[in-house]
């Protein structure tokens, strides 16, 4: 059966409830009803789950996890601190699975918690890393670059690039004191990188 012709089924049907729902009765539908509600729910969950399949990040994220590096990248320790990190639980993997399989299980619980978009940038922030390593955070040269460098990024990549620089502490840190940017013991790594950000693209405006 085709989806047009379950949806019609069931339009038909439910047009006729609604007609006749006042004068309804008897076991056998009652328990036909009982029967079919979960399966129904079922249904609706599977085709929320596949419309969440087909949005721009999730498509982003199913071509990302199959480029080259992202094949050579994500062995099952990274898969689960990648997910942990971007929506705080890690994906159950299965020892006999292959590596294909290990993606695709991260593409579905991506899917399942709505978070495509997360994983995605957590994932383009891993690769980052791996193309470019992180300047050591003593190579004052190097962390000023790397500064320069965050003012003049288009904003599609500075998703990815909080994200990366969120994940280093050091560099942060190192960053923010060449920067002048005030921290406390309790400023959050994302709170350095906002105000890392604004510094970097004021100065930016100021000299372009």
């Known amino acids: 059966m085709s989806y047009e012709a379950l949806a019609n089924e069931l339009e038909q049907t439910a047009r006729e409830l609604r007609v006749e729902v006042a004068a309804l009765q008897g076991i056998p539908l009652a328990k036909a009803a009982e029967r079919l509600l979960p399966s129904l729910r079922k249904l609706r969950d599977a085709l929320m789950a596949a ?5 721009p990040d999730t498509a982003a994220l199913r071509e990302a996890l199959e480029s080259g590096e992202a094949r050579s990248a994500l062995d099952p320790k990274t898969i689960r601190a990648l997910t942990k990190r971007a929506t705080g639980k890690a994906v159950t993997l299965k020892t006999g699975d292959s590596p294909e399989d290990h993606r695709r299980r991260l593409l579905d619980a991506a899917v399942k918690q ?3 978009g997360e994983v995605l940038t957590a994932l383009k922030a891993l690769l980052a890393n791996r193309a ?7 190579d004052r040269e190097a962390v000023l670059a790397e500064l320069w460098r965050l003012g003049r990024l ?3 990549d500075l998703d990815f690039e909080r994200q990366r620089l969120a994940d280093n502490l050091p560099l942060l840190q190192s960053m923010a004191s060449h920067a002048y940017v005030k921290m406390t013991a309790r400023s959050s790594p994302r709170t350095i990188v906002t105000k890392l950000v604004k510094f970097a693209q004021r100065v930016q405006e100021n000299t372009s």
């Not at 419309?51 to 949005?55: H, I, V």
């Open 132 to 138: 470019r390593p992180a300047p050591e955070p003593t």
């Open 154 to 156: 288009a904003p599609e």
């Open 51 to 55: 419309k969440r399949g087909t949005d």
């Open 114 to 116: 709505g978070s495509s």
